[in-house]
């Protein structure tokens, strides 16, 4: 079955007559349990849930893998990455240019209680160079906002030589654009506030192992840190999950769409998008992708001029997140931590029509030059 087709079908209940498709959120705390717990499949809703259980088939289903774990947030997931896989003494080579928060969650909280941590760039594959001695190999690829890409089948064969775990964040391009675990993966770990839903309506995470083993030390963190999710994101989650395809297919097309317009500008430089055939990315990206996703990057000269260009514009959204039905964009270095240019703009390109898109991307570049 193409992806397309099982997108839509994964994880609902077997046809049962009078049954809804995808029945509503089950919300509950205790379950009905007497005698024997091991006579029930739902103890308590800190170990587990019904809508949790179906949501998390359906992105096994996706990613290719064993078991998949949902979480409270991606942040959630990252901890519980980390936490599951890393002790004092241990090394942890890690994307310099990760995903912020992840970075620094490592380097804080983990460097503190000892993990030694390695940095090296997603380009040109540089942390082959550091595996010697490592226990996790953390990779994002496409890495966000730089939008870098390395080879993670390459990548992973090399750590695995050395005894090293891998986890791929594989949040820009979502389950369907990448599948982390098939190109040699351990993990393959997302936020699914981003593309994955898709409506800029919940926060929520998962991780997808290949080895059942593994997954079962990711659920017993959920269960006892108690990072688990509310029934009814997850329900959403699994209600947006269903149009995925759909809505990837049009943010890529949209997205190389506006790209190829951007490249067009001469006042827009370090235009980065893994899908555009002549990005220093196209090569391993055309390998490993299915879709490119809806990240696009690219700089305007200062400050100035990005903020004028981003308030002009009028079907975009000011936002710090991507992979939303709508347009959104921002000017990256408001938040410090990524190393990037003062007029640096990611740039998440919706599901809207690309001829209105870059029509208002044309008044209101032309009205960030005036
Ligand atoms: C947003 C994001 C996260 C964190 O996810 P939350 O759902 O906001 O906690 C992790 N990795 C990447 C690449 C992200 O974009």
Same mark, same amino acid.
Not at 192 to 201: C, L, Q, R, Y
Not at 320 to 325: A, C, I, N, R, V
């Given at each position: 079955m193409k992806a397309a087709t099982r997108v839509i079908k994964a994880g609902l209940p077997e046809k049962n007559q009078g049954a809804a498709f995808l029945a509503g959120p089950t919300f509950a705390g205790p379950y009905h349990l007497s005698g024997d717990p091991a006579s029930s499949a739902y103890l308590y809703g800190r170990y587990h849930n019904p809508t949790w259980t179906a949501y998390e088939q359906a992105i096994t289903e996706l990613e290719g893998g064993a078991a998949t774990i949902v979480y409270s947030s991606g942040m959630a997931a990252v901890a519980a990455m980390l936490g599951t896989t890393l002790k004092a003494g241990d090394k942890l080579v890690m994307s310099s240019d990760a995903y912020y928060t992840a970075r620094l969650v490592a380097n804080g909280f983990f460097a503190t209680l000892g993990v030694e941590i390695q940095f090296a760039p997603t380009a040109g594959n540089a942390q082959k160079e550091h595996l010697v001695g490592a226990k996790l190999l953390w990779l994002e690829s496409p890495s966000n906002p730089s939008l870098d890409v390395c080879d993670i089948a390459l990548l992973a064969e090399a750590a695995h030589a050395v005894g090293a775990l891998v986890v791929v964040d594989n949040t820009t391009p979502s389950c369907l654009g990448q599948q982390p675990l098939l190109l040699g993966a351990d993990f393959s770990l997302s936020s !699914? $506030?981003?593309? $994955? $839903? @898709?409506? =800029? !309506?919940l926060i929520l995470g998962h991780v997808s192992v290949k080895d059942e083993a593994l997954g079962d030390k990711l659920r017993t963190w959920r269960t006892q840190m108690g990072s688990i999710p509310g029934p009814m994101e997850v329900w959403l989650a699994h209600r947006s999950l269903a149009t995925l395809d759909l809505r990837i297919e049009r943010h890529a097309k949209n997205a190389l769409a506006v790209a190829e317009f951007l490249a067009t500008r001469p006042e827009v430089t370090g235009l980065r998008y893994p899908g555009l055939p002549h990005d220093p990315a196209y090569p391993i990206a055309s390998r490993q992708m299915k879709f490119y996703g809806p990240v696009i990057s690219f700089e305007l000269a200062n400050q100035s001029m990005a903020e004028t260009f981003l308030k002009n514009c009028e079907l975009l959204i000011e936002a $710090? =997140?991507? @992979?939303?039905?709508h347009t959104m964009a921002e000017r990256r270095a408001r938040w410090g931590g990524d190393k990037v240019s003062e007029g640096f703009i990611r740039l998440s390109v919706g599901c809207e029509d690309a001829e209105d898109l870059i029509a208002d991307l044309t008044q209101a570049l032309d009205k960030a030059l005036s």
């Open positions: !699914d $506030t981003k593309v $994955t $839903t @898709g409506h =800029s !309506d $710090t =997140s991507f @992979g939303g039905l």
